[in-house]
Structure formats: C-alpha cells, structure tokens
C-alpha cells in the first residue's frame, strides 16, 4: 500500500455457514486472539449471516492459529479500514481469499 | 411406577434436561444461525456446543459432520432416500425397524431397487459366512444395518460387518436408534458411512431430537430444501455441511436439551450407565428365564445385547400381559409388534408380538425384583 493509503484497523473474519464462525470463534478465543461476532457488513454479503470481526494487527497470527487448528474450511478476510472524512464515517473493503 | 418402556423413548429425564429447554425458552429464545443479534448468537453457540457434545460422545473430530434431524427416522429417511439410486441392489437384515423396512419397501416401487434380507436366528445373531458369500457375488450397492434391536436387544456384529461390507465397497448405514448413548458407539474406529441416532432414548433429550453423521465424501441429497440462513443472496440449497441438510428452524428447544443429555451422560460416564442398565437386563433374564410357560428373547450371551428383552407367555395374550402390568402392579412396557414386523418375523413372534422389556439407566434393581414377581404372578394365573 502507498503512502498516502489509510492503514486498515479491522479484519472481517466471514464463512460459509454460522457453524464455522464458531468453530472458528471458539479457536480464536482459546488462542487468545480478541474477536466479536457481529452481522457481515452489507458492503461483502447479503447474507443474514454473522462474521468474526477482529484487529487488523492480528492478521498474521490469525492465519497461524487457524491453520494449526486445522481449520480447513474455505473463508474470506476481509480489510476494512476507518476512513471518516467530512461527510462522517466510511469504509472500504478488500477481500483476502484464504 | 416402573417405566420400562425406555425403548420408546427414555424416562424420566435428567432433571438438568427440562431445566436448559425452560432456560432457552425464556433467556435465550431466538433462532440460531438467522438474525445477528446477542440471543441468535446466543442460540448459535447453543448449537453449536450440542453438535461437539454428539461428535465427542462418538469419538469424532470433526463435529461438522453432524447433522440434526427431528429424530432416527427422519435421518434414516435422508440417509436411504439420499444415496439409493434406480435399480440399486441394498441389503438389509431381518431385524429391522419399519423405519428401515418403509423407506425401502417405497424405494422398492418407486426406484425398482432390489433388496435382500439377511436373516438372523430366533436370537437374532447373523451368518457372517452368508453375509460375505453375498457380498462376493451380488453387486450390492448399499447396506443398512440395524445396531442393536429393538425387541430383543441384540446386537449386530459392526466391527466383523462393516469391514466386510467396506471390501466390496458397499455403502454403510447404520441404524443407531437403540445404540447410541450407553452402548459404546466409536466411529472413528467403526467408521461407517452414515450412522443416524436418536436423541429422546439413550441420550436422554426431548423428542423432536435426532440425526446423523456423515463420512466425509458422502453426499446424500438433501430431502428437504429450504432456508438455512446461510447464502441468503441464492435460492439455491447451500452445498456445505451442515447447512445442506439442515433447511428451516431447527428445533433449538429440543436441542438445548439434547445438550443438557449429553453432558449428563459425560458427567456420570457413559460406561456406568451402561453398566447399571446391563445389570438390570441380565437379572430380568435371568429370574424370566426360570419362569415356567414364559419364552424370553435375548440374545446368546450377556456381552451380545443391551437390556431390551422380550418375552411372551403360553397361551396368554401380549396385550393382556401389557394391560395387568401396567393396571394391577404399575408397570410400563410395550406390547405387539413394535413398529418391527420383519423383526418379529425372524424370531418367529409374528404376527402375536411379544411384551417388550427396556430399563434404563433410572430403573433399580428393587424395581427389576417387583417386575419378575409381577410377571411371575401372571404366568402362574394363566391356566386358571
């Protein structure tokens, strides 16, 4: 990313189905990574389904310790960033296919 | 009371049973997997937790692979409507359930499939040296196997059927409705293709509880096609576990039960509660045994069976028996057929029926003492 790109603040942790977030929830907890379940934001999915949301600092150790647990079901990270400007809160989002 | 129809579903319950399905229905409420607020997530979690507690009981890794259904006979009804094909030729045995027997007696007529029934002694026990002869010259492409009968308790060799079965490369379902919960049931160890269970008998849940396993690889077709919450954007079934199989609200109530089950059963050990109820059914053998004009169904030995047990007496009426158990000395037992006509059929109890014993974990042995009395009483009145 450049320089002048905001740096992203939040990972969207987002499944296939619920029993994978909390599967998933479950191995981010015992690892000791902070997560929340929250809604999937409109901008990915229409989904009604939930979503880990999590601090982008962690991005690496969250790929480590799912891959330990031999987490192999497919899902999507998801870089969302903070961006407010005059017209108030915005945010962008990337997908990382895992 | 002594309720000794634990066959039909199991009673009395924990008491911690009753008291997580009031918890969900008045603190939690919502329906899982649906909407993102904290009681669905609640509810999901609740889930969640239930399908680890069935796959730890069974010793599986991967509790993903479980799917709920209201009970064995709807997982049944998946299992055999999902994966039998037109013209397939299935094998089954003679001990089993009509929720077995009804699915294929459709298929029969509407997939033309050809089904070959493997009989079994008055004792229920199997030739494994047929089993294999057919297995060798018949293309069999599925085998559904009932694990432990409902009448007489026996149960089905799995660890010399299945390998054989595995061979010849034929499909396995297992019919785990009277197995699962106290019996040892190990899939990782057993691994057969589908093994579906119930949740209101050995696993002490409410009815309205049951499900399957799935070996991965596996894909039955999903019976029933609907909302899952999951991919909502598609009016197409989801094609990942559980989801696939799991269309429409699922019964969170129950399954907050089921949970309440399970642990029970892990707090206590399920191999002591095995051990107390194989007690209670060797001492009904045993005392029934020696009681003139009575014929017990059970199995050759101890370690062959559960302790379900069935009996008739000569020239006496099955309803009757059932009818003055239950009116002059407050016992609970089911008499007939119990939804088993091949079964009955095999061990030469058709189509009479026979009254069917089935303690659980609850009975006492003092209990078991005043059933053979009872029962003794009855025998000895027959021939006035």
Redesign the interface.
Known sequence: MSKNEPVPTKLYLVFHSIHNVMLAEEILLQAGIPNKMVPVPREISSDCGMSLTCAAADFADIKTCLKKAKFTTPFKIYNFVDDRNERGFKSRASAYDD | MIYLDNAATSFPKPKAVAAAMLDYLENIGAS?????HRPA?KA??L??QT?KAVAELFNLDD??RIIFTENATAALNLALFGLIRSGDRILTTGMEHNSVMRPLRHLEKLRRIKIDILPGTATSHYDLETMAEWCATRRYRLAVINHASNITGTLAPLPRMLPILRQYDILTVIDGAQSAGSCPVDLQVLAPDIFCFTGHKSLFGPPGTGGLYIKPGIEPRPLCYGG??????TEFQ?D????CYESGTPNSVGLAGLKAGLEFIKETGRANIFAHEQKLGAFLRQHLNKIPGLTLFAPRSEDEGLAVTSFTIKSLDCAEIGYRLDRDFGIMTRVGLHCAPRAHQNIDTFPTGTVRLAPGFFNTETEMEKVVAAISKIAAEQDK
């Open positions: 899982p997997g649906r909407s993102g997530a999901g979690r889930l969640f399908r509790p993903g899952t919450g999951s991919r909502s954007e989801p990942f576990l559980p989801d």
